[in-house]
């Protein structure tokens, strides 16, 4: 039986044409539309270059009073606002200070992409079975799919730049934050929502004053691994000529410049710890007054 | 199962007619390095190496700087087909001084160089722009999406060797203050795509690029003469290529050298007409360039066009192995 020794694929001129076909729509596509889109990302592009550059150029203990500021805002804890300041302090002593700035510029933004796009997304996938059905696959595909498979495309379309580097983080980043939204909206208890009805809470008020407060929680772990996610794909992005402290990396990983790449590989851990433990921190402080309110 | 068998009967049969030659090779490592003409190379040689001189070989993938290191320091793998020596040079020589490597073949493949690229249609255009010194008066023609008031000049990707080159001859033509800003593409992806993006629309390109490849034939990108002559020897070693130079000078690329490099062990273990194979094996840059094209147009891998060109270039490579490996190699690919 020939047919079980040998799979019964296309042939091999076939396969050819069909990858070919698809190669050459998607350069027709992007001949004929991908100057149109990138000027619909310009403003996005100037946006990111002049945040850069803010972030750059402020002088330092500035941009270091900003960061302690925010992490006492975020987490009220005097060791982490301490880590923060040490941290910095540490990035800039190693002469790692423009390179982790353009690495913040660009998380930042990505993250209040991902969150802009994200909980919206969430909560509509919340209201609705079918649309979560329809979804969840696609966030397993943008979490999953080796990156350069988009990215090659996308620098097709949009060249080398921030704008292609801040879509691969998004298509990596977004996920959790759909997907904790989703969840923390479809975890409020029952019995609340309709005691919400029961006093004549409106659909809109049933929403935002009852679900999205009690799924804050939720909503804030999303936030936190959006920013992980994000920072984990700086080193990717630099594959595509983002500016950050994946360049470094990328030069010490083909060079073995040990230090180099310790030095600079450390320094986005130090980025992920600051985020991760203030954002944390804010998350849990909602929770414990949400807490007290409901007695949950 | 079948297609097995048979391979193992075909295996046997070379082995009972060439007891001799295969008796001397055994297993050999080969750099595949992550570029189409490497690839391809190395296939070749597999096939070659495994089908006439009976060796086993094994392919490991490698890069320029991470594939030589390997190689000094622990001796694996035993050959690198395609290897760019400048990005190496001074450790290079110092091990071909001491015997652990050897440099069997100093031109693998004929017509093969780096350098500063435009599309052929930018130097149609505009033929007032001749050399690289007329084309750094015009930043205007080559905008940086980031910021339009400069010209981008595309270098090499963080941590490749020519990366340092790149920023040094950057510096030394002065074309920061001309307006020029280097951007770095961050990847071999990002530079080809950088590239292909911009010719695809009709756009002006400056960048650096290497033939040859299927990115050069394909976009019709043309090398542009330096206008300056190449510097000498021990200036392009010891400051243009290296992180700290001071003061670097204007400087045409220097000719490149690619080597095929195997190690010390490999010469002594190994069938001795294995190793004269390396030697006498040169791509002509014709068609070097119709098996890279070959190999974009079909998204072929190394191996399918190692197959390919096997089939299609035998006056070619028949001249670099001897009558019975040859005979060996045809009987394989059928």
């Keep these: ?16 044409d069909l990858k070919k076909g698809i190669d050459f729509a998607f350069k027709d596509f992007s001949r004929d539309n991908g100057e149109a889109i990138e000027s619909f990302f310009d403003p996005l592009m100037f946006f990111m270059v002049w945040f850069e550059k803010l972030l750059i150029n402020a002088p330092w203990p500035l941009m270091i009073l900003i960061f302690a500021v925010l992490a006492w805002l975020g987490a009220r804890s005097i060791p982490i606002v301490i880590g923060t300041i040490v941290s910095f302090l540490a990035i800039g002593w190693f002469g790692m200070w423009e390179d982790t700035m353009a690495t913040v510029a660009i998380i930042s933004v990505a993250t209040f992409l991902c969150i802009g796009l994200g909980i919206p997304l969430g909560i509509l996938m919340s209201r609705s079975n079918r649309l979560q059905a329809g979804v969840t696959p696609i966030l397993d595909i943008m979490q999953t799919i080796p990156s350069f498979v988009y990215l090659i495309p996308v620098v097709m379309l949009l060249g080398i730049g921030k704008v292609p580097g801040l879509i691969a983080v998004c298509i990596y980043a977004l996920p959790p934050i759909v997907r904790l939204t989703n969840l923390g909206i479809r975890l409020v208890d029952k019995e609340v929502l309709e005691a919400a009805e029961s006093f004549g809470s409106s659909y809109r008020q049933k929403l935002f004053d009852v679900q999205i ?9 999303g936030v936190n691994q959006t920013i992980m996610m994000a920072l984990a794909m700086v080193v990717i992005a630099s594959m595509i000529g983002v500016k950050g402290l994946g360049v470094p990396v990328l030069r010490a990983v083909s060079n ?3 230090a180099l790449g310790l030095m600079n590989g450390l320094a986005i851990v130090a980025l992920a710890v600051i985020f991760d433990r203030v954002s944390q921190a804010y998350g849990k402080r909602l ?3 949400r807490q007290g309110g409901h007695g949950v | 199962m079948n297609k097995f068998v048979k391979g193992l009967a075909a295996a046997g049969v070379a082995a009972a007619m060439s007891q001799g030659a295969i008796a001397a090779c055994g297993e050999v490592t080969i750099a595949e390095m992550n570029w189409a003409s490497a690839e391809f190379m190395a296939n070749v040689d597999k096939i070659i190496l495994e089908a006439g001189y009976g060796c086993s070989v094994e392919l490991i993938p490698g890069a320029t700087l991470t594939t030589f290191a390997s190689m000094d320091t622990k001796g694996v793998p035993d050959v690198a087909p395609e290897l760019w020596t400048q990005a190496v040079e001074v450790p290079l020589l110092a091990a071909i001084a001491s015997g652990s490597l050897h440099s069997v073949n100093p031109k693998p493949i004929a017509g093969a160089g780096e350098g500063w690229v435009v599309p052929d249609y930018t130097m149609a255009n505009h033929p007032e722009l001749k ?3 007329d084309i750094i008066e015009r930043p205007d023609l080559f905008p940086y999406n980031e910021d339009p008031s400069k010209g981008a000049f595309v270098g090499c990707p963080a941590g490749w060797g020519c990366q340092q080159v790149n920023a040094n001859l950057f510096r030394a033509f002065d074309m920061e203050a001309k307006g020029w800003v280097l951007v770095d593409p961050g990847s071999a992806a990002g530079l080809d795509g950088a590239m292909a993006k911009a010719v695809d629309r009709g756009d002006d390109y400056f960048g650096y690029y290497w033939s040859p490849t299927a990115m050069m034939g394909k976009f019709n990108m043309e090398m542009v003469d330096f206008g300056v002559p190449f510097v000498e020897m021990d200036h392009w070693t010891n400051c243009i290529t290296q992180a700290n130079c001071m003061e670097p000078q204007q400087s045409a690329w220097s000719a490149s050298e690619i080597n095929t490099i195997v190690t010390d062990s490999f010469i002594n273990n190994n069938d001795p007409k294995a190793v004269a194979y390396f030697g006498k094996r040169v791509f002509p840059a014709a068609e070097m360039g119709a098996m890279l094209v070959y190999m974009g147009d079909n998204q072929a891998g190394g191996e399918d066009a190692a197959i390919e060109f096997l089939l299609n270039y035998e006056s070619l490579w028949t001249q670099w192995v001897g009558v019975q490996a040859a005979n060996l190699i045809k009987k394989s690919l059928n």
């Excluded at chain 1, 039986?1 to 050819?16: C, K, V």
């Excluded at chain 1, 407060?213 to 772990?221: D, H, Q």
């Design chain 1, 1 to 16: 039986m020939a047919i079980f020794d040998e799979f019964p694929s296309l042939g091999r001129t076939e396969l050819r």
């Design chain 1, 213 to 221: 407060p009690l799924a804050l929680p939720n909503i804030f772990a």
């Design chain 1, 256 to 258: 073995q410049y040990l």
């Design chain 1, 287 to 289: 929770q414990k007054h």
């Design chain 2, 131 to 133: 050399t690289v010194l």
